[in-house]
C-alpha cells in the first residue's frame, strides 16, 4: 500500500510547530540563566572586599606638585624603618630606594617591580602597585588618584580596601581627597597634611623658538613620532645635546636618558607625558610644543590636570632654582595653546582646582570570589560576578571593574583546551594565564595568546622553540626594531615569572634581552634624532608636518604636482620618525645572539 505524500499544508504546519517549540525551549532556557543569575546574585555571590584590622593612622598629603608630599612621606618611612613605599612607575620606586639607601644601612632598602628584584626581603621595600605586600608596619603610597585609572586602578582599590598596615601615608593633588577618604573611612585616626609648592612658577609671556631654548629645559609632546620631530628641530641648534624620552623605551634606557639630563651631558629633553608621572629632573624651564593628545580613543586638547602635572616638572626644589612655563613654537604641524598652558600653571602652582576626572576606584574579582570549578565556567562566572558588582557597589565610594577583556583572553583560550592542552588548562592555570600584564589590544593580541599557547605546551611536556617565546636580539636594527624586541623580551618576563622554564628558558634570560636592546637604542638615539630633519615637501617644497615627506596636495598627485607617494595618507602614516634609516643603525658582533639558559649570551 502506497502513502500518499503530505500535503503542502500539513508540511508548512508540523515545521510551524517545531519553530514553536525551539522558541519555547529557548525562551524556558532564558528564564532558568536569568534565575541561576539572579540566585547567584541574591545567594551565593561574593561580599565587598575588608581588611583584617583597621589601621591606626592614615595621613594623607595633599597639595600641588613639587610641594614636598613624597619627600615627607619617605622620611616618615625611613623614621619607622619597615614598610612599603608603593608606586605606578618603576622609575619612582627606583627614586625612592636611591633616595631611602642614601640614607640608611646597607641590607635595609630593597626594591620589587616585577622587573627586578633587590632585596625583596628587606625591612623597607620600594616597589611598583602591583607587587605591594598586603601587610606590614606602614604603606607610602605615591599618585594615589590612579586609584581611578581604568587600567590599573583595580590594584590601588585593593591595596587600600584590604592592606592590613598600621600606617598609610597617601600622596595625591587635593582633588583626589573625597575620592580617597572612603576607602580608608575604617582608620581609627585621619590626619591632613596640605602642602604648598615650595618654588615659584611663572609662565613666560612670549611663545620660545626652537634656536632660544636655554639648557635644562623640558620639551613636551605627544606621540613618539612628534617627540623626534621635535628633537630633530632643537638638535640643529645644539647637535649633540637633545636627548628624547617616551613609553616605548625600555627602563633601562630611560634611566640612562635621565641620568644623562640630570647630569648636563644633555641639555634639553623631547619627552611624553611620562615625565610627568612624579619623576624628578632638574629642569628650570618646561615648554610644551603641543598641548593636544590621542587618548587611546580620541585627539583631545589637555586638561588641566595633566597639564599641571607636567609643567610641575619645572623648577624642582632642591634640583634647581625656581620654574618657568611656556609654548614652543616653530615646528610645523604642531600649535600649542597657550591659554590652556596658563589655566595648567595654575592648577601646578596651588591656585586653582583641576578638572581631575570624578571617576569610582574600581573593583575587579578574585578567582575566590568568582565561585566557578572548571575553565569553560570562567566566562559566565565573570558575566554573572559583573551583574552583582553593579548591584553591590552601587551606593558604594567603588564601581565595578570591566571584566570585558578577561571574558574575551578565556574565550580565546577554550578552543586550544578541546584538544590535548586540555590536560594543563585547570583552573588556575587558565586564571593565571588571563591575567597576565600583557597588553591584548590589537595588534599585540596575538602575543598574548601564543606566549598562553606556549605556557599550556610545556605543561604538558612538548617542545616549544626558543624563538616563540624570546626574539633574537635584532641585527644591524633600528631603534624601533631594538624597541620591539625589548617590549617582547618583557612579555617574555611576564610569562616566565608565572611559568619558568617554557622554551627552555627563565625571566633572566628575557631581562638579557632587554638589557642588550636598551644598550643599543642608547647607542643609537642621537643618530636616530639627527636623522628625522625634515619640514618641507620633497616635490614641491612647501612647508609641512615633519612626519610627512610630501603634502597634502603633493601625496595625492594634484594638477601640476608630483605623483602620490606611498606611505604619506596620514599624521602616523608618514616618514617613519624613531625608526633609524639603516646608515644610522647598529650592527657588530652580538647582534643576533641568543641568550644561554643562564641569561648570559
Known sequence: MTVPPPSPDRRRERSAARESAARDADRADARDEKRAQQIWVDGAAPSLPVRASRPEEVVFHLGPTNSGKTYDSLLALARTGSGVYA?????????????????????????????????????????????????????????????????????????????????????????????????????????????????????????VRP????????????????????????DQHRPGKVGVLYGALPPATRREVIERFTSGELEVLVTTDVIGHGINVPATTVLFAETTKFDGTELRPLRTWETAQIAGRAGRYGLTGHGQVGILIGVTGLKPSSGLLMAGAEVARGDAVSDLPKRAPRLRPELADLGAHEAVDLPEALTRWAAWARAATRDEAMTADDVTTLVMRVQALLPLLRGPLGAAGDLDTVWRLVNLAIDYNPPRRTRWLVLARAALEHAIGLPVPPETVLPDVPVDGTVEEFEQAAAAARDAQTLLRQFPGVGGLTSDDAAWLEEECAESITELLPGAIALQRSGTCSDCGRAIAPWFTTCKPCSFGGPGRGAPRAGTGGRDGGRDHGRNSRPGARSGSRQGRRPSRSGRG
Not at 106 to 122: F, K, Q, R, W, Y
Not at 213 to 221: G, K, M
Open 211 to 234: 634656536d632660544a631654548v636655554r639648557p635644562q629645559t623640558l620639551v613636551v609632546a605627544f606621540s613618539r613620532k612628534a617627540v623626534y620631530a621635535v628633537a630633530a628641530e632643537l
Open 87 to 207: 608606586a605606578p612607575l618603576r622609575q619612582l620606586a627606583h627614586e625612592a630606594y636611591a633616595r631611602l639607601s642614601e640614607q640608611l644601612p646597607p641590607g635595609t632598602v630593597g626594591l620589587s617591580t616585577g622587573e627586578e628584584e633587590i632585596d625583596p626581603m628587606a625591612p623597607i621595600v620600594c616597589c611598583t602597585v602591583e607587587k605591594a605586600p598586603m601587610r606590614g608596619e606602614m604603606l607610602v603610597l605615591d599618585e594615589s588618584h590612579w586609584v581611578a585609572d581604568p587600567d590599573r586602578g583595580h590594584h590601588w582599590a585593593r591595596l587600600l580596601l584590604t592592606s592590613d598596615y598600621r600606617e598609610m601615608h597617601l600622596i595625591s593633588a587635593a582633588e583626589a581627597y573625597l575620592l580617597l577618604k572612603p576607602l580608608v573611612a575604617d582608620a581609627k585616626h585621619v590626619t591632613v597634611v596640605n602642602h604648598k609648592r615650595l618654588s615659584r612658577l611663572d609662565v613666560l609671556r612670549a611663545p
